[in-house]
């Protein structure tokens, strides 16, 4: 089974096609620095709402939210 | 048969770059291209008031067979009118017209949907009181309570007018009927997009969900209403939000871009006179039997229609 950072990223190529993602640092760097801008993130997110069935709240998604972030998110929505 | 005979836009003269924001928005050149899709929004003359919008519209609309005394009904679709709204824009606009007392007069407070609900109200107004000849005015000039500091929505809204005139239509002339209309609305989101203290404020991931989740489901429910396929539409007409939004949907709804004309780049998202902006551009192109109009956002609201060619 594909694990939940394994989706996300699948998302992330699918949706965001200047991003760049060389090692697992860079999932900690804000989602601008790595090629995501806002309306992808936008786009990032609803795919990965719609796969998991699950609604992100807009106050979890600050200007700083990273994709290790939103991957956290999404797990803990999962769980619950 | 009430039909749409013409229409005809006003853009104001007048632009801001968004080339010219690169720096204070710390943006780049691909983004205002392939993903805001606006390069330039057009802000009204200072001089200007709503109705004046709808005035210039109307010098545009170049119908020599049109009589001004004949129109039975003028309606204006708006949430930024002349004034605070009161008396409303659509008796402004009849004043400086001049015309008969008998002639109707509303306006509708609606955006980004507007366009569709008033097509859909003026056509069956007309209609239930036996009315030959209306005008729908939209005109929503955002620039009057856009915060120029607000990245969302500075770079995004540009001001414009349009006219349409729905008449009784000939057997020979080539008009456009609408048929079926479909509407929506996410109460519960309505602030998502908002005027608070006189200054506009967007939640774009809110609009960008209702446009990709929702708008879909609505059309093919319209297809599925009037039964026609996908293949049976000759042109989408999109609200124009933005550029990536648009190629989202397209993409998600697997449409061909050749169907899914965007128009934004020299006057940004002009709100209910999207749509109409577009109808004016296509809508003499010849071969096209089926366009769908979908309009979609303040409200949250979105509203679909079919208009299926008439006359030759």
């Known amino acids: 089974m594909t694990s939940l950072k394994e989706e996300v990223l699948k998302i992330v190529a699918r949706e965001a096609e200047n991003a760049v993602i060389k090692n697992d640092e860079d999932l900690d760097k804000p989602l601008k620095e790595i090629g995501i801008d806002s309306l992808d993130t936008m786009s990032i997110l609803l795919k990965v709402e719609e796969k998991y069935r699950i609604s992100i709240p807009e106050k979890e998604i600050g200007p700083k939210v990273t994709l290790r972030m939103i991957m956290a998110i999404a797990g803990n929505l999962i769980k619950s | 048969m009430i039909a749409i005979e013409k229409v005809a836009c006003y853009i104001p003269q007048q632009f801001e770059s968004n080339f010219d924001k690169e720096d204070i928005f710390l943006l780049d050149r691909d983004f205002i ?42 309606v204006v679709c708006t949430q930024n009118p002349d004034g605070n709204g009161i008396p409303h824009t659509s008796a402004i606009l009849h004043g400086k017209l ?7 007069c509303f306006d509708i407070s609606l955006g980004c949907s507007g366009y569709v609900y008033a097509l859909s109200i003026v056509n069956a107004f007309m209609e239930s009181n036996g009315l030959k000849s209306g005008l729908i005015f939209t005109a929503d000039p955002y620039s009057k309570i856009i915060d120029p500091g607000d990245r969302n ?31 929506a609305t996410k109460g519960k989101e309505c602030e998502a997009l908002n005027n ?9 991931r809110i609009i ?19 039964g026609l396929r996908h293949r049976d539409i000759d042109l989408y007409l999109f609200h124009q939000g933005s550029k990536y939004m648009l190629d ?27 749509l109409p902006l577009l109808l004016e551009q296509h809508m003499h192109s010849p071969g096209l039997r089926n366009i769908l109009l979908c309009g979609f956002g303040v409200g949250l609201s979105w509203a679909s229609c079919l208009l299926i060619r008439h006359g030759e």
Not at chain 2, 41 to 64: G, H, I, N, Y
């Open chain 2, 196 to 204: 608070r203290d006189g200054r506009l404020s967007m939640n774009g």
């Open chain 2, 33 to 74: 291209v392939n993903k805001l899709g606006v390069e330039r929004v057009s802000r009204k003359f200072s001089d200007e008031e709503t109705s004046d919008l709808c005035l210039k519209a109307l010098e545009r609309l170049d119908q020599p067979n049109l009589l001004l005394k004949e129109v039975d009904c003028i």
């Open chain 2, 248 to 274: 989202q949907l397209a993409r998600n709804m697997n449409l061909p871009k050749e169907k899914v004309p965007i128009n934004l780049a020299n006057q940004g998202n002009t709100v209910s006179t999207s």
């Open chain 2, 98 to 104: 001049d015309l008969p007392e008998r002639c109707a």
């Open chain 2, 153 to 183: 929505t500075v770079l995004l809204f540009g001001d414009a007018a349009s006219v349409t005139l729905l008449r009784e239509a000939s057997e020979h002339a080539i008009a456009w009927k609408a048929k079926k209309f479909l509407f």
């Open chain 2, 208 to 226: 960008f969900n209702m446009a990709i989740k929702d708008v879909p489901i609505q059309i093919n429910e319209l297809l599925e209403a009037t």
